[in-house]
């Protein structure tokens, strides 16, 4: 079955960097929607981008957009998210999400109705 399992979550001061990692199994990684999500005690779930694996094409929300980089590889079959200039307000659960096969639209709302790992915590402190 599918199986996403995400590492590189901890504490890091404001300003800086973490790289969080996604080891996808269970379906053809190189041919899916995949991206990352962030859950805040107390606030809705965030979509911050996807990426479609086949052609490595790639979206941001504005809250992390130049800050955050999704990436991908597919002979590890693992989905990457570096972080930079890290904020408090960027404290939060992160989950990757796939889902396999090339859907025709790759977006966060399209990926609610695909699988989701445990999750990583990232705290950001100031």
């Known amino acids: 079955q599918v199986q996403l399992v995400e590492s590189g979550g901890g504490s890091v001061q404001a300003g800086g960097s973490l790289r969080l990692s996604c080891t996808g199994s269970?379906?053809?990684?190189?041919?899916?929607?995949m991206g990352w999500f962030r859950q805040a005690p107390g606030k809705e779930r965030e979509g911050m981008t996807v990426?479609?694996?086949?052609?490595?094409?790639?979206w941001y929300a504005d809250s992390v957009k130049g800050r955050f980089t999704i990436s991908q590889d597919n002979v590890k079959n693992t989905l990457y998210l570096q972080m930079n200039s890290l904020k408090p307000e960027d404290s939060a659960m992160y989950y990757c999400?796939?889902?396999?096969?090339?859907?025709?639209?790759?977006?966060?709302?399209?990926?609610?109705?695909?699988?989701r790992g445990q999750g990583t915590q990232v705290t950001v402190s100031s």
């Open positions: 990426i479609r694996t086949n052609s490595g094409s790639t």
């Open positions: 269970g379906y053809t990684f190189s041919s899916a929607c």
């Open positions: 999400a796939a889902l396999p096969g090339i859907p025709s639209t790759c977006t966060t709302a399209r990926l609610l109705s695909g699988y």
